[in-house]
């Protein structure tokens, strides 16, 4: 079981940067694929950035260039971060962990936090 809780989401104006972070509990975070999803009103959750075990990391192309995933595991931590923020990018972000390496769909990650809210203005 892995309990996740995200942090570090607030108002922005666009063109700003933000570090999300989301906190793992468990003794083996080590071993999990970890993600990032990102759901704007009335939209699908979408992937946004994941990281295997080994760090190798994957994007979505809309926010290549702009995000970085990175992962610390001797605090079981994850991180996003936002630079270059654009109004589109305002959504609620959510970690999620996967067993699976890579993981890039929401059906292959096993356990979601709660969501941070991020919202960019123009």
Not at 11 to 40: I, K, N
Not at 63 to 91: C, H, M, W
Request: with cysteine; proline share 2%.
């Amino acid at each position: 079981q892995v309990h996740l809780v995200e942090s570090g989401g607030g108002l922005v104006q666009a063109g700003g940067s933000l570090r999300l972070s989301c906190a793992a509990s468990g003794r083996t975070f080590s071993s999990y694929a970890m993600g990032w999803f990102r759901q704007a009103p009335g939209k699908e959750r979408d992937f946004v950035a994941g990281i295997n075990w080994g760090s190798s990391t994957y994007y979505a192309d809309s926010v290549k260039g702009r995000f970085t995933i990175s992962r610390d595991n001797a605090k079981n931590t994850v991180y996003l971060q936002l630079n270059s923020l654009k109004p589109e990018d305002t959504a609620v972000y959510y970690c999620a962990a996967s067993r699976l390496h890579p993981a890039l769909r929401k059906y292959e990650y096993d356990y979601w936090g709660q969501g941070t809210q991020v919202t960019v203005s123009s």
